[in-house]
Nanobody
Framework: QVQLVESGGGLVQSGGSLRLSCAAS????????MGWYRQPAGKQRELVAL???????NYVDSVKGRFTISRDSAKNTVDLQMDGLKPDDTAVYYC???????????????WGQGTQVIVSS
């Protein structure tokens, strides 16, 4: 019941910045958390950052101090500002939403299509 559309990926040099954006549509009032995951080629997908409906945030240690997640409830978007990018940040980045409606017993997880981020040396 939630659709996620991502934008902002691309190619950047080490030390540069990118801003990823994810637009949510559908039953957006049921969103509990939104976040960003990433999956480097040949490796496991990992949580990068998340933000709850109350504004609490969580980051993987490797991006703390460099990445900032934010949410705009009016626009139903979540952004990931990525500064000081490193080659190790190269991955496909996926937007994620956890949704709970009153008639559901469990959270439902929704994913965006993924956007490629490449950081060159």
């Amino acid at each position: 019941q939630v659709q996620l559309v991502e934008s902002g990926g691309g190619l950047v040099q080490s030390g540069g910045s990118l801003r990823l954006s994810c637009a949510a549509s559908g039953t957006v009032q049921g969103i509990v958390t939104m976040g960003w995951y990433r999956q480097p080629a040949g490796k496991q997908r990992e949580l990068v950052a998340l933000i709850t409906s109350g504004g609490a945030t969580n980051y993987v240690d490797s991006v703390k101090g460099r990445f900032t997640i934010s949410r705009d409830s009016a626009k139903n978007t979540v952004d990931l500002q990525m500064d000081g990018l490193k080659p190790d940040d190269t991955a496909v980045y996926y937007c994620n939403a956890e949704v709970k409606l009153r008639f559901w017993t469990n959270l439902h997880t929704y994913w965006g299509q993924g956007t490629q981020v490449i950081v060159s040396s």
